[in-house]
């Protein structure tokens, strides 16, 4: 968790660089190579998050189109903060080795990217944060998967809900040793299309 009145897209949390210069840096095709970039996981994850939100943008923007009423810009500025929040490496989860000397873990913030990567591949839904709650560090302890999600306006809301669901169930077995004792997908936006009435 982030400290009070510290903003997820302060330089420290993405290890000194800004989220404009990462930006920046993505428009010019990461080149020049800044290896100081490269070499940090923070601004790596902000990189693929921008990248992401490229992407996705025209289909936002085409399914806000359709909606009504037009949205404020709160809500992009809620997208942008989470992309220094989702950045952070956040707590070591533990992974079991089969050589006692050694002490594996995956990041927090990995976690996060699997999850938003399942969300990536599903049509119609746009995660915007993803926290896990619980005690991480400890083998075993049941972990809840609380997943912010904004659906496009002219997606079946909960067929969206429960493949996001069942894709993020799946991954996380697949990739991690979380004990996961539920996935909670709250939908933070979603807009009716119009033409349905």
Known sequence: MM????????EQNLDGHTIEELSDYLDNGRQPTDQSIESSAGAQNALAALSRLRALA???LEAEAKAAPVRDASWFKRLLDQIGVQAHAGREIPIRSDHPEAQLSITEGAVRAI??????????VLVERCRLDGD?????EPV???IDVSIYADAEASSVIDELRRGVE????RHTE???SGVDIVVRDFEKDPEED
């Open 58 to 60: 025209p289909r936002i």
């Open 170 to 173: 799946s991954a996380l077995s």
């Open 144 to 146: 809840s998967v609380v």
């Open 178 to 180: 979380l004990n996961v």
């Open 115 to 124: 999850v938003r990567a399942v969300g990536d591949e599903i049509d119609g």
């Open 136 to 140: 991480v560090e400890t083998s075993g």
């Open 3 to 10: 400290p009070p009145g510290d903003s997820p897209l302060d």
